[in-house]
C-alpha cells in the first residue's frame, strides 16, 4: 500500500547536519532562488506579455542530529506529508554519523531520496557504497558545494521521488485490476490431450484408385503397354 500523497508533487526537504551554516546556506540557495525566478517571472511578463512557469516553493525543514532527523521524518509519515528529499552530512559528532543515519531514514521510508553532503576527507565512495548498498536513491554532494549543483539536485530529486510515485501507483492500480478479474479455467497441454477424442485411421474409399499399373502385351505389334 503506498504512503498518502505519493503521487501528489512534493517538494518538502529535511537537512541533516550538525553545522547551523549549512541549513543557512541551503535555506539561502533554495528558498532564495524561488524569490529570483518570481522577480524574473515579472519581468517576462512585463516585457514579453507571456505567462512564465510559476516558481518551485521547497519547504524546508532542519535538524541537527541523525537521530532528530529520524524522529522528523517518522513525525512526517505519520501526518500523511512525507518529504522527498534529505540533504545529509557525512559527519555529526557526537550522535550516528551520516551513512548510519541514512541506514535509519531508508528503513522508515525506503522512497527517501538522499544527498550525500562529505568533504574529501571523509568517507570515499567505496566505503559509503559498502555500507549502504547499490541505492539510485543517493547521490554525492561535495564540500564545499556550488549552489546551481544544490538547486539542480533538488529539483530533480524531487521530480524523480514523484515519478516513482506515480509508477508505484500505477503498479498498484494494475494488480488490482487482475486480483478483480474472474478466474477462468485454462486447461493444461496434458488435460486438454486426454479430453480430446482419439481418431481412428481412415479407411482407404473404394473409390479409391490404389491399383498399381500394370503392363500387357499388344497383340498387334507385340509391343508392352501399360494399364
Known amino acids: 500500500m503506498r504512503p498518502p500523497g505519493l503521487v501528489e508533487p512534493n517538494h518538502r526537504i529535511l537537512v541533516i547536519d550538525d553545522n547551523t551554516a549549512i541549513h543557512d546556506d541551503l535555506r ?4 532564495g532562488e524561488v524569490k529570483t525566478q ?7 511578463e512585463l516585457l514579453f506579455g507571456t505567462e512564465a512557469v510559476p516558481a518551485i516553493e521547497f519547504e524546508i525543514d532542519s535538524a541537527y542530529q541523525g537521530q532528530e532527523g529520524l524522529a522528523k521524518l517518522e513525525e512526517a509519515l505519520a501526518k ?3 518529504y522527498a528529499l ?6 555529526m559528532p557526537p550522535g550516528w554519523d551520516g551513512v548510519e543515519t541514512i541506514t535509519h531514514l531508508w528503513k522508515a521510508d525506503p522512497n527517501l531520496q538522499v544527498v550525500v553532503c562529505t568533504a574529501y576527507s571523509d568517507y570515499s565512495w567505496n566505503d559509503i557504497q559498502r555500507r549502504l548498498g547499490q541505492s539510485e536513491n543517493m547521490l554525492i554532494l561535495k564540500k564545499p558545494f556550488d549552489n546551481i549543483e544544490v538547486i539542480q539536485l533538488a529539483h530533480a530529486l524531487t521530480r524523480k521521488w514523484l515519478l516513482n510515485g506515480q509508477a508505484m501507483a500505477r503498479l498498484e492500480d494494475l494488480d488490482r485490476m487482475v486480483a478483480q478479474r474472474p478466474n477462468c479455467r485454462r486447461p493444461t497441454r496434458g ?3 486426454s479430453s480430446r477424442k482419439r481418431r481412428r485411421p481412415r479407411r ?9 499399373p500394370s503392363a500387357s502385351r499388344c497383340r498387334t505389334c507385340r509391343g508392352v503397354t501399360w494399364t
Open 28 to 31: 539561502k540557495i533554495l528558498l
Open 38 to 44: 518570481e522577480n524574473l517571472r515579472e519581468d517576462e
Open 80 to 82: 500523511g506529508r512525507p
Open 86 to 91: 534529505a540533504f545529509v552530512d557525512v559527519r
Open 191 to 193: 488435460s486438454r490431450g
Open 204 to 212: 482407404p474409399s473404394a473409390r479409391c484408385s490404389s491399383r498399381v
